[in-house]
């Protein structure tokens, strides 16, 4: 019986026009749903990894298993995926990091990206203090392992991404928190449950789902959209006295 994971990827897959498709997801069971949902269509992933080592990884997910996410990795790699990990940036967790991080994109291939500590987790613990900054996570593999030299952004990618000197391994950072790219930030979410979001630090900006069970047009949809996009702020001003924490953490909006 397929699964409603692989169901929903070879809906998408049958848009015409819909250029990507790309899952996140912690990678547990990734290497054993692998097969069919490279049958469904699925050609990029997404794995969220926080740490190398068993102990600082359990401290991180509270829970094992870095082992099925490291063969879930390697597996989408060999099935001809484009694999990318995502990291968070954390004082205290990934500057102990820095060196297994360095090896692994090195001796991989496999781009790692950083990404700032921000107010979206479930236990409501964000701090700025907490957060370790995209350019002290450049600074630490330049020293530790080998300089990183910029690479030209393509496209309207949140990540700026470095290379080692020597052209092995890709290392990005999404600043999010210490380098606001507010002004060119054109992402729009819909979440699972239907909201439309048009800040991943905001709060939720339309029920597109109460419109569609409630047969409304497209028209008043496409208005809905368009009012949520048009009230898009400025900034997210993690950095200013009067911002409020979004009500959902990462996990209930969807990255």
């Known amino acids: 019986m397929r699964s409603q994971l692989n169901l929903l990827v070879q809906k998408l897959n049958e848009i015409e026009g819909l250029r990507k498709i790309s899952l996140t997801t912690n990678g547990v069971l990734l290497q054993d749903q692998l097969a069919e949902l490279v049958v469904a269509g699925l050609r990029h992933v997404n794995v969220s990894l926080d740490a190398l080592d068993e ?41 102990h990091q820095i060196v297994a991080f360095g090896e692994f994109t090195r001796r991989t291939g496999i781009p790692v990206r950083f990404i700032e500590f921000m107010p979206l987790d479930s236990d409501g613990n964000w701090n700025t203090s907490a957060v370790l900054s995209g350019a002290e996570i450049v600074e630490m593999f330049s020293s530790q392992i080998r ?62 789902r109460a419109l569609l069970r409630g047969d409304a047009s497209d028209e008043s949809i496409s208005q809905m959209i368009q009012s949520a996009v048009a009230t898009k702020k400025r900034g997210h001003g993690t950095d200013d006295l009067t911002f409020l924490r979004p009500s959902r953490p990462m996990h209930a909006i969807g990255g």
């Open 147 to 208: 300089p990183l030299v910029p690479i030209e952004r393509n496209g309207s990618s949140p990540s700026t991404d470095y290379r080692f000197d020597d052209g092995i391994g890709t290392v990005g950072v999404i600043a999010s928190v210490s380098k606001p790219f507010c002004d060119s930030c054109d992402r729009f979410r819909l979440t699972a449950d239907g909201q439309l979001r048009n800040c991943l630090f905001g709060q939720d900006s339309g029920d597109v």
């Open 55 to 95: 102990e600082s990884f359990k401290g991180a997910t509270r829970r094992g298993g870095l082992d099925k996410v490291l063969g879930g990795i390697d597996a989408a790699q060999r099935a001809g995926m484009v694999v990318k990990v995502n990291s968070i940036a954390m004082r205290g967790l990934t500057d």
